[in-house]
């Protein structure tokens, strides 16, 4: 027992060793952004849940970029954004409609359920219809959205000079089989993709069909993180962090065995992407989107960095030493 304080310290030693950063550099590269939704109109992301109308609550505009659009798309990327996310829905004619919310009423001047409108109908819509900074008094994108709703192919015939990461709004399989079907008779557009994610049967077919896309689930990210914690201080990534996207919420990140440079490495070893996003706290997530949280990500960071405002975001990043 006399020896017991000398081994608590050795092996406290040993697990420091195989997890410092002090002792480890990051991986080569440089930070890379992600623009959730593309350049878009931006609001507080406090007190907001599934059913809040955010059209309803955006800041005083600064620009004219409507979320999930292809020029909201292309600014992101000129702003510096190597990933663009954007949500998709599968119409009752079999076209992905590239658009956020479930149902019309809040965004656009049309009504009803999008996965359930054709998309014709989708294309007559304003979809800045519902965009409002001061409760309604104006309404200042009204008219400049007709006809901007995008399908999936218009965002990859603009030819994007990034990646799209696309999101599954829906629980349908169908969802996943038919993207899947699309990026085989479009084999180019593949190379567009840089994952998926959402609801789980679409992802997971997806994925089952489409060899080497990645992409995850709330499922998956959950399994990855909790069986990492449980083996990442000897350095064993588990088989659910492989060959997937790894999203760390950034208030949480130093609980990780290894954070930032041994978990990073050990990650891109095993064939994953690490995403970091914004703080989490009660169910919600929001991005990296302020000076201050630029500030505090880690140095010569080279994984993803999650952002809804990559207007300002990206020459910050730009900027840092």
């Known amino acids: 027992m006399r020896n017991a304080p000398i081994f608590i310290l050795g092996f406290a030693l040993l697990i420091w060793s195989f997890n410092s950063s002090l002792i480890a550099s990051a991986p080569e590269g440089a930070t890379k952004l992600m623009a959730h939704r593309g350049a878009h109109q931006t609001f507080s992301h406090e007190g907001i849940d599934d059913d809040t109308c955010t059209a309803s609550l955006i800041d005083p505009p600064r620009h004219d970029f409507l979320e999930n659009t292809v020029a909201g798309m292309q600014a992101a990327f000129a702003a510096g954004a190597e990933v663009v996310e954007i949500d998709v829905h599968l119409t009752p004619d079999k076209k992905f409609a590239v658009f956020h919310d479930w149902t019309l009423d809040c965004r656009t001047d049309g009504q009803g359920v999008t996965e359930e409108t054709d998309s014709a109908t989708l294309k007559t819509l304003d979809i800045g219809y519902g965009y409002t ?4 008094k104006t309404y200042p994108f009204r008219g400049k959205g007709v006809g901007q709703m995008p399908m999936l192919e218009d965002m990859f015939a603009a030819d994007p000079a990034g990646k ?13 089989e038919a993207l899947a079907a699309l990026l085989a008779a479009n084999p180019a557009w593949k190379d567009k993709v840089f994952g998926i994610y959402g609801g789980a049967e679409p992802t997971d077919a997806a ?3 489409v060899p080497g ?22 350095g ?15 208030n949480y990140a130093f609980l990780f065995w290894g954070w930032p440079n041994r978990f990073l490495t050990r990650m891109k070893d095993a064939g994953s992407e690490v995403v970091l996003i914004g703080p989490y706290a009660g169910g919600s997530t929001v991005g990296i989107d302020t000076a201050g949280q630029v500030e505090d990500l880690p140095e010569d960071f080279p994984g993803y960095v999650w952002t809804n405002r990559i207007l300002e975001i990206g020459p910050a990043v730009k900027a840092r030493p």
């Open 207 to 209: 994925l089952a069909a």
């Open 133 to 136: 900074p001061d409760g309604g």
């Open 213 to 234: 896309l990645k992409g995850y689930t709330k499922t998956s990210v959950k399994a990855c993180l909790l069986r990492y914690f449980g083996t990442g201080w000897i």
């Open 164 to 176: 799209l990461l696309i999101n599954f709004k829906s629980r349908r399989a169908e969802e996943g």
């Open 236 to 250: 064993y990534v588990p088989e659910a962090c492989r060959n997937t996207l790894v999203p760390v919420p950034s």
